[in-house]
């Protein structure tokens, strides 16, 4: 069973950095794609990053230019890091992992992973 925990949330003012982590267990040999998600409340989840074992990254619109993703492979870790935040980024931040994926179009969309962390808090203030 895949297990995936995030974590590196915080509080932090406009203008700030905060690196997430998501930690996984219980994955499998095989392609895979790791996804950050974001989830305002009143808000839809929207696609923040996503990752996959290639090494092919495709970012939304929302952190283009703010956001890297990468990873500690050894860890089994897929680290969000994100710069010059700002208070429209708070939110809950969730990673997602799908097996027996690569990144294409259209793979930056929840619908698209089985497994998902409980999230982290992200707060900005102004």
């Known amino acids: 069973q895949v297990q995936l925990a995030e974590s590196g949330g915080g509080s932090v003012p406009a203008g700030g950095s905060l690196r997430l982590a998501c930690a996984a267990s219980g994955v499998t040999a095989g392609t895979w794609c790791v996804a950050w998600f974001r989830q305002a409340p009143g808000k839809e989840r929207e696609g923040v990053a996503v990752?996959?074992?290639?090494?092919?990254?495709n970012y939304g619109d929302s952190m283009k230019g703010r956001s890297t993703i990468n990873e500690d492979a050894a860890k089994k870790i897929v680290y969000l890091n994100m710069d010059n935040l700002q208070p429209d980024d708070t939110a809950t931040y969730y990673c997602?992992?799908?097996?027996?994926?690569?990144?294409?179009?259209?793979?930056?969309?929840?619908?698209?992973?089985?497994?998902w962390g409980r999230g982290t808090q992200v707060t900005v203030s102004s």
């Open positions: 990752l996959d074992s290639r090494g092919n990254t």
């Open positions: 997602a992992r799908k097996s027996f994926c690569v990144v294409v179009p259209g793979v930056l969309r929840a619908a698209v992973y089985a497994y």
